[in-house]
């Protein structure tokens, strides 16, 4: 089976703008979290998707949204873009129990 | 908010040396997660623990989870340099509300 894709890999993104993360799940799973990751913060939840539902929600700002398929494939978007919001960002599905299958990641740099 | 807290941050250790890191939470986990992350890397997924008092085993890793459901650690045996990435824990509180919450991970460095 196919792993977690996660497109682009990098980007680059000036303060003000907005970005659009792409997640496709490994065949067969439902649900799709992501997470930022920082030095200073570590591994922050997001959302949680399933079946197209938002399930669960982080602590972050509305200027983090996401958005589910009904093929399973996830996107989030990041608005008004903040210098603190160059990030890791990791996408993870899950079959059940929350056992989560990570993505390699996107690396989002904003300048 | 659900809180893990994980020490040590960073760890040194010789080749061959042994290694542990610890998962707190001031609340009674559900159940308790593990995952490794290379340097690099993503987090990979290494086992889930669900019962009081559990202790499973992989290779040269041993799980524990504590009698209270509120701590576990991670134990490996004679480190190798292929074990060099960050350990994480992570739980989901009883209620479930708040997604899984990772404690922030323990560095292992190897010194050959």
């Known amino acids: 089976k196919a792993g977690v894709t996660q497109t682009p890999r990098y980007l680059i993104k000036t303060r003000g703008q907005q970005v659009t993360l792409s997640c496709s799940p490994i065949s067969g799973h439902r649900s799709v979290s992501w997470y930022q990751q920082t030095p200073g913060q570590g591994l922050q939840f997001l959302f949680e998707y399933f079946s197209e539902t938002q399930r669960n929600k982080g602590n972050f700002p509305g200027r983090f949204s996401g958005r589910q398929f009904s093929n399973s494939r996830s996107e989030m978007n990041v608005s008004t873009l903040e210098l603190g919001d160059s990030a890791l960002y990791l996408c993870?599905?899950?079959?059940?129990?929350?056992?989560?299958?990570f993505g390699p990641g996107t690396r989002l740099t904003v300048t | 908010g659900q809180q893990v807290m994980q020490i040590p941050q960073y760890q040194h250790v010789q080749e061959g040396e042994d290694f542990t890191t610890y998962c707190n939470s001031s609340?009674?986990?559900?159940?308790i997660q593990w995952y490794k992350q290379r340097p690099g890397g993503h987090p990979v997924f290494l086992i889930q623990l669900v019962k009081s008092g559990e202790v499973k085993k992989q290779k040269r890793l041993t799980f524990q989870f504590g009698e209270a459901k509120k701590n576990s650690s991670l134990h490996i045996t004679a480190t190798q340099t292929t074990d060099v990435g960050t350990y994480f824990c992570?739980?989901?509180?009883?209620?479930?509300?708040?997604?899984?919450?990772f404690g922030k991970g323990t560095h292992l460095i190897i010194q050959p």
């Open positions: 992570a739980a989901i509180s009883g209620g479930g509300a708040d997604g899984l919450t």
């Open positions: 609340t009674t986990l559900s159940n």
């Open positions: 993870a599905s899950s079959l059940s129990a929350h056992e989560q299958y």
